[in-house]
T-cell receptor, first 114, second 114 residues
Framework: EPEVTQTPSHQVTQMGQEVILRCVPI?????FYWYRQILGQKVEFLVS????????KSEIFDDQFSVERPDGSNFTLKIRSTKLEDSAMYFC????????????FGPGTRLTVT | AQSVTQLDSQVPVFEEAPVELRCNYS??????LFWYVQYPNQGLQLLLK??????LVKGINGFEAEFNKSQTSFHLRKPSVHISDTAEYFC????????????FGKGTRLSVIA
């Protein structure tokens, strides 16, 4: 069964450093998402992406964040200058255009900012 | 805007006993409803969804949920739980117009006791 994959599974970085989290969505999906889950809190939407542009973004997704689909398979989330409060589990998800409602999630990347 | 309230943060239950995890939502527009499960150190897996039609929906692993529009609830039930059901359960909603983000509740940790 096709699945969303994410790398790395765990990333440790120092405050102020740039990080790139990578995701490979399911191959025939065209909508992509990033969510995050701070430890002990709810899963929160960051951004959705379709046709090489952002469809929707939350208040959390400020200028420190950016997304990109650099090639036909990867979908990346970049945090330019990490803060301690960026420490969280980051989930990538994808969905089909036809279905447009069922989002399939990857296993997540745990980001630890020290 | 949509919001989701999961009334119980933790639910301990003995093996083979029934369980109900409660979820209430608020929305000014029509929504789809979902339950996701997160096993330890894993990503989010879709348990079941309500889109339209019959208000009782069945999902994987013997779970079912009932949509109650008047009470704006979507409670998750299982008649007999197993140790392997120990996990975090998240209720989520999304607007049913287009490809819109999921809004999650805070989650309920189900602990099944032998």
């Amino acid at each position: 069964e096709p699945e969303v994959t994410q790398t790395p599974s765990h990333q440790v970085t120092q405050m102020g450093q740039e990080v790139i989290l990578r995701c490979v969505p399911i191959s025939n999906h065209l909508y992509f998402y990033w969510y995050r889950q701070i430890l002990g809190q709810k899963v929160e939407f960051l951004v959705s992406f379709y046709n090489n542009e952002i469809s929707e973004k939350s208040e959390i997704f400020d200028d420190q964040f950016s997304v990109e689909r650099p090639d036909g398979s990867n979908f990346t989330l970049k945090i330019r200058s990490t803060k301690l409060e960026d420490s969280a589990m980051y989930f990538c998800a994808s969905s089909e255009v036809r279905a447009a409602y069922e989002q399939y999630f990857g296993p997540g990347t745990r980001l630890t900012v020290t | 805007a949509q919001s989701v309230t999961q009334l119980d943060s933790q639910v301990p239950v003995f093996e083979e006993a029934p369980v109900e995890l409660r979820c209430n939502y608020s929305s000014s527009v029509s929504v789809y409803l979902f339950w996701y499960v997160q096993y330890p150190n894993q990503g989010l897996q879709l348990l079941l969804k309500y889109l339209s039609g019959s208000t009782l929906v069945k999902g994987i692993n013997g779970f079912e949920a009932e949509f109650n529009k008047s009470q704006t609830s979507f409670h998750l039930r299982k008649p007999s739980v197993h140790i392997s059901d120990t996990a975090e359960y998240f209720c989520a909603v999304k607007r049913n117009s287009g490809n819109t983000p999921l809004v999650f509740g805070k989650g309920t940790r189900l602990s099944v006791i032998a």
